[in-house]
């Protein structure tokens, strides 16, 4: 696997990619910064596509050697994926950097916004919420109203969240109040967010956006009365206002707060249910299909949350991939998936759940399975799998989490042991409630009392995972370093045992 996933070019695309978009986008000038990065970046594409493209051509000429001249080719094929993946990223990224909020007067002077809601709001412990607007217009003092453009984060007052839950997304609103001072370091570019004195819906969000929010609503009701149901609000809506603020606080000081964030975990269980339900009457390929349909409305419903976007473009990309359409290799479909989710929104890359998801999921794939190669057969399956998982996670995230929230909770890999497979079994046991209560109401009498036991648990669990020390004062720049090496490590491990097993002898 090692040796097979390098030697596409997909990878090198998304180095190029990967460089242009964090490294140079962001340095891109503010006065008309697409002219000159992304014409720029153009002809850098340009240049550099025609000169390998031309050597490779000319290898012939150049060398007689054909094992030398296969080589030199792929090479010339490796440098244009590069160049290619450089020209996205910078294009992409200086997009996201052009994209900042205007507003047609300075943030000290705005005195309301008007916008549309781009999500649904999210509601805090004390009755306040938030949410992001895409912002329209802006109003000053003395009456004075402008056009802007870009979005904003804006803190809303107690009372404002349960009609703004009601209206949904895509609802005009006019909000009243000020900037902070302080920036929002989540989003590049958003700036400081808007604290909300008063909130005016100007009306109601489309007919389809309307019956999508009465949808979340109502399974959003049906969690309203069990203790557990915070929680199976937060594991298949993605929506945390009703989850206790302590579990919230045991999940992260346990190092297993991605748990609760909608990710490629919880997309395997809803798609593992459909596969169940379609496969035998439909057949593999057109049961893929109709997965694939499925996930997508499932997606509208929950909204487009940066983690469960990658899990959704793999999903597709591997039902492609069963129809036929390239081999189903998983390390190139994530690559892919990165290129495919930068280009839909440039602005996502900057979001912590999108580096953390594509960081988690990479480390698994490479680290992971190198560490299971080695301890498969050492110890049971059933351990083996989920510890290598957890370890080339928690390997690849370590540097940006240290970064992010200051430490770094190595009993996280042990305590996912017994997380992931308990919240995957009250996922689906909450999904079958949800079904009953629909269809069978008073079946769920039956169900109920198995997720308080599950819910139970999953909070003693976390609980003696958050009382396993923090490490705290490594530096960041440090644990990268020391992530890269132990990647590059055991990947050369696992390709070296692999051609041990294939008694392929060694070049000393």
């Known amino acids: 696997m090692t040796a097979a996933f390098i030697r596409s070019p997909v990878i090198y695309a998304v180095f190029g990619a990967l460089g242009s978009y964090y490294g140079l986008a962001g340095l891109s000038p503010r006065g008309d910064p697409r002219l000159s990065w992304i014409w720029g970046g153009a002809l850098v594409l340009g240049a550099l596509i025609a000169l390998f493209r031309v050597l490779g051509d000319s290898s012939e000429r150049f060398f007689r050697d054909l094992t030398i001249r296969y080589y030199f080719r792929k090479i010339c094929r490796y440098a244009i994926a590069l160049a290619l993946g450089f020209s996205l990223g910078l294009t992409v990224g200086t997009i996201n950097a ?6 047609g007067l300075k943030r000290e002077k705005v005195r309301g916004i008007t ?6 709001p999210r509601a805090f412990t004390d009755g306040r919420g938030m949410g992001y607007l895409t912002v329209s217009g802006a109003s000053g003092t003395g009456g004075i ?3 802007a453009r870009g979005r904003a984060l804006v803190f809303f007052p107690a009372g404002a969240i349960p009609r703004l839950k009601e209206f949904g997304r895509g609802a005009p609103v006019y909000v009243e109040g000020s900037f902070l001072s302080s920036p929002n370091p ?6 400081p967010p808007f604290r909300a004195g008063a909130v005016h819906l100007l009306g109601a969000a489309s007919a389809v956006e309307q019956l999508r929010t009465g949808i979340r609503m109502e399974v959003l009701e049906k969690f309203a009365g069990p203790s557990w149901g915070g929680l199976a609000a937060a594991l298949i809506l993605g929506v945390k206002d009703d989850l206790d603020s302590t579990m919230t606080e045991l999940f992260s000081a346990a190092g297993c707060s991605h748990v609760l964030a909608l990710s490629g975990m919880h997309l395997a269980v809803l798609s593992a249910l459909i596969a169940f339900l379609l496969k035998k009457p439909l ?8 997965g694939a349909f499925f996930i997508l409305l499932y997606v509208y419903l929950v909204g487009p949350q940066p983690s469960l976007v990658r899990a959704v473009i793999m999903y597709l990309l591997g039902t492609a991939a069963i129809l036929g359409a390239f081999p189903r290799q998983p390390v190139p479909l994530l690559c892919m998936a990165f290129l495919i989710q930068i280009i839909l929104d440039p602005s996502s890359g900057n979001s912590l759940s999108f580096m953390l998801s594509y960081l988690a999921l990479g480390g ?4 992971g399975e190198a560490v299971h190669d080695l301890i498969r057969g050492k110890i049971p399956e059933i351990l083996a799998q989920p510890l290598s998982a957890s370890l080339g996670a928690f390997i690849a995230t370590v540097a940006i989490s240290a970064a992010a929230f200051g430490v770094i909770r190595p009993g996280g890999i042990g305590v996912g042991l017994g997380i992931v497979p308990l919240s995957t079994f ?3 046991l909450a999904i079958v409630y949800l079904g009953l209560s629909f269809f069978l109401p008073p079946l769920t009498g039956i169900v109920d009392p ?3 036991v599950l819910y139970d648990l999953l909070g003693g669990t976390v609980l003696l995972g958050s009382r396993i020390p923090a490490v705290e004062g490594i530096s960041p720049a440090i644990l990268g370093c020391i992530s890269l090496v132990l990647v590059c490590g055991l990947l050369y491990v696992q390709n070296y045992f692999a051609l041990l097993r294939k008694k392929i002898v060694l070049p000393d």
């Open 98 to 103: 052009a994209s900042e909020l205007r507003l």
């Open 115 to 120: 916008g549309t809601l781009l999500d649904d």
């Open 145 to 147: 109203r402008t056009s």
């Open 186 to 191: 989540g989003i590049s570019g958003s700036g």
């Open 283 to 290: 057949g593999l390929k057109p049961a893929a299909l109709a």
């Open 364 to 367: 698994i794939l490479t680290a």
């Open 426 to 428: 009250f996922m689906i």
């Open 450 to 452: 198995v997720l308080s």
